[in-house]
C-alpha cells in the first residue's frame, strides 16, 4: 500500500481519485480548500485545507510529511484555477490567481515532497491539452493555457534533474472532462468522459505509468475541446 498525495480533492477528478486510492486500502493525503465530508470520514484520507502557494501552507504539508508519513510515493497535481477572459481585459491579478495555483503550488509542492520520496516515486502533474504547444486554443483561457504549459516544461526539466534518483515526472495533458471547470470555460459542453471515468485512468497511470515513461507528457483526449 502507498503513501499518496493529492491536490483539488474537493470536486471533480480530484475527489473521485481520493476515494478510489483510499477504497483500495491506499493511504491518501487529500489537499484542497474545502474538505467534502465524505473524505473526512475515511479512514484512509488525511485533509488538509491550505494554501500551497503560501509557505504556512506548505510548513503543514511537512509536518505532516515528518510526524505521520516519514515517505511519500505518488504525488498527483490535480488543482486547478481558470479565468475565463478575453486577453485585453485580463489582468495582473487574474494571472496571478491562476498561476498561483496551476504553477507555483505545483511547484512548491514538489519541493517540500521530493525529500521524502525514494526511487521508484511518481509526481503526475494533470496539465491540458491547451497547454500543448500546436494544439487547437480557445479564446479568453489566455492565463490557463499559459500556465498549463509552463508545468509541462517544469516536470521535464525536473525529470531530468531527478533521473538519477529514480524519481519519475509525467504529465497528462487531458481533453474534455465532465467537471465543474469545464462548465466554466464551455458552458453547455457535454464531454465524453466523467470525471470518475478519467480518474480510473489517472489512477492506474499513476501506479504504473513509471515504469513506461519519465519526463513525458500524455495527450489523453478523445475530443477537440
Given at each position: 500500500m502507498k503513501n499518496i498525495i493529492i491536490t483539488g480533492t474537493s470536486r471533480g477528478i480530484g475527489f473521485e481519485l481520493a476515494l478510489q486510492f483510499a477504497n483500495e486500502g491506499h493511504q491518501v493525503l487529500a489537499i484542497s480548500r474545502k474538505t467534502p465530508k465524505e473524505l473526512i470520514e475515511h479512514s484512509n484520507i488525511t485533509c488538509l485545507s491550505v494554501d500551497l502557494s503560501d509557505e504556512k501552507g506548505l510548513h503543514q504539508v511537512t509536518d505532516f510529511l515528518s510526524q505521520a508519513w516519514k515517505k511519500v510515493d505518488i504525488v498527483i497535481h490535480n488543482a486547478g484555477s481558470l479565468v475565463l477572459k478575453p486577453f485585453s481585459q485580463l489582468t495582473q491579478s487574474d494571472f496571478e490567481k491562476v498561476y498561483q495555483v496551476n504553477v507555483f503550488a505545483v511547484a512548491n509542492l514538489t519541493r517540500v515532497c521530493l525529500p521524502f520520496m525514494q526511487k521508484g516515486g511518481h509526481v503526475v502533474t494533470i496539465s491540458s491539452m491547451g497547454g500543448i504547444q500546436g494544439s487547437m486554443k480557445f479564446s479568453g483561457l489566455a492565463a490557463y493555457s499559459s500556465s498549463k504549459g509552463a508545468v509541462i516544461t517544469l516536470?521535464?526539466?525536473?525529470?531530468?534533474?531527478?533521473?538519477?534518483?529514480?524519481?519519475?515526472?509525467?504529465?497528462?495533458?487531458?481533453?474534455?472532462?465532465?467537471?465543474?471547470?469545464?462548465?466554466?470555460?464551455?458552458?453547455?459542453?457535454?464531454?465524453?468522459?466523467?470525471?470518475?471515468?478519467?480518474?480510473?485512468?489517472?489512477?492506474?497511470?499513476?501506479?504504473?505509468?513509471?515504469?513506461?515513461?519519465?519526463?513525458?507528457?500524455?495527450?489523453?483526449?478523445?475530443?477537440?475541446?
Open positions: 516536470s521535464e526539466l525536473l525529470a531530468e534533474e531527478y533521473k538519477e534518483q529514480g524519481i519519475s515526472f509525467n504529465v497528462l495533458a487531458l481533453g474534455a472532462v465532465q467537471t465543474e471547470m469545464l462548465q466554466e470555460a464551455f458552458p453547455g459542453y457535454q464531454a465524453p468522459l466523467s470525471a470518475k471515468e478519467m480518474a480510473d485512468y489517472i489512477y492506474d497511470f499513476s501506479l504504473n505509468g513509471n515504469k513506461y515513461f519519465n519526463g513525458k507528457v500524455l495527450q489523453v483526449s478523445s475530443s477537440t475541446p
